[in-house]
């Protein structure tokens, strides 16, 4: 709108508020029979996963998957599954990303890795003792072995032999490896 004159400001202003009064229009109107999981984030709040205290991980984390599933409650006011909820009821579950973790810990691997590296001791923790044997054989694959598997288990590139995540607090940001691949932006 163009507010040059004073007199289309208020004209626009009396149109809005008449548009208030009598309703608001059709296209303010909500979808009444919506499933409460297709809400947006905002109009609902999912309580936090019950945490197991020997993986750190949620304890329904199905290994399938890889996900748990987290109780959500819509928020007051809001209408989904053909019921107005008033934000103590529960609509929907959830599911949250959860890892596979059998107790392989990432800073002891790292400290194994510093000071006991030449000897392999970070490949035997990880469950590699061919490779370690070969690593205590050539004294850290005459040293740049040793600093090569440094950086790699810094950068998170070595993992457990069993595939499993490294054990680490919930809470706390997660070891994870950057990958490019052809979806990767470049900035020139």
């Not at 819509?74 to 103590?88: E, Y």
């Not at 890892?99 to 691997?109: A, I, M």
Request: charged fraction near 15%.
């Amino acid at each position: 709108m163009d507010f040059r004159c004073p007199w289309c400001f208020a004209l626009s202003v009396i149109l809005i508020r008449l548009d208030l009064f009598l309703g608001g229009s059709t296209r303010h109107e909500l979808k009444r029979d919506m499933a409460c999981s297709e809400l947006l984030p905002g109009q609902y709040k999912c309580s936090p996963p019950i945490i197991d205290k020997r993986t750190q991980q949620p304890k329904n984390c199905s290994l399938e998957t890889l996900t748990a599933r987290v109780e959500c409650k819509p928020a007051p006011g809001i209408h989904c599954n053909g019921k107005l909820f008033t934000g103590h009821e529960v609509g929907f579950e959830k599911e949250v990303p959860c890892n596979f973790v059998s107790g392989y810990r990432f800073d002891s691997v790292l400290i194994l890795s510093v000071f006991g590296g030449i000897f392999g001791l970070d490949r035997f923790y990880l469950g590699y003792p061919a490779l370690a044997c070969l690593k205590v054989a050539t004294v850290g694959g005459f040293g740049l072995w040793y600093l090569w598997d440094i950086f790699f288990i810094a950068t998170g590139t070595v993992v457990p032999a069993n595939g499993s995540s490294f054990y680490y607090p919930y809470y706390d940001p997660p070891v994870t490896l950057l990958k490019n691949s052809n979806v990767t932006f470049h900035a020139s």
